[in-house]
């Protein structure tokens, strides 16, 4: 069954660093642009980052830039989202999506996506 598997959250003090990973099996990725989402309790959805299938193209919610860094491994099959400097504000349920790409920007649907993970919970606490 083709499904996206994100892992890496937890709990981390302020200032503290997590790298979080989305491993696809049943498909390959190389011919989907990949973004993480997050969804913290009262607040609307907020895509994060986003990187295109050809890695030509990443993006960065203007939160994270210069703390979130988003990387794929197609040998791997898999994308890394490095975040460092994490503050309280960025305590969510993350999660990756996948779809097929359509251009060289990237662009991934936050709710008709052709594949999501599940989500890993991401605390951010002293």
């Known amino acids: 069954q083709a499904r996206l598997v994100e892992s890496g959250g937890g709990l981390v003090q302020p200032g503290g660093s997590l790298r979080l990973s989305c491993a696809a099996s049943?498909?390959?990725?190389?011919?989907?642009?990949i973004a993480w989402f997050r969804q913290a309790p009262g607040k609307e959805r907020e895509e994060v980052s986003c990187?295109?299938?050809?890695?030509?193209?990443?993006t960065y919610a203007d939160s994270v830039k210069g703390r979130f860094t988003l990387s794929r491994d197609n040998a791997k099959n898999t994308v890394y989202l490095q975040m460092n400097n994490l503050r309280p504000v960025d305590t969510a349920v993350y999660y990756c999506?996948?779809?097929?790409?359509?251009?060289?920007?990237?662009?991934?649907?936050?709710?008709?996506?052709?594949?999501r993970g599940q989500g890993t919970q991401v605390t951010v606490s002293a």
């Open positions: 049943g498909f390959t990725l190389n011919y989907y642009d």
């Open positions: 999506a996948a779809d097929l790409f359509t251009g060289s920007v990237c662009y991934v649907s936050p709710l008709l996506s052709s594949y």
């Open positions: 990187i295109a299938h050809s890695n030509t193209s990443t």
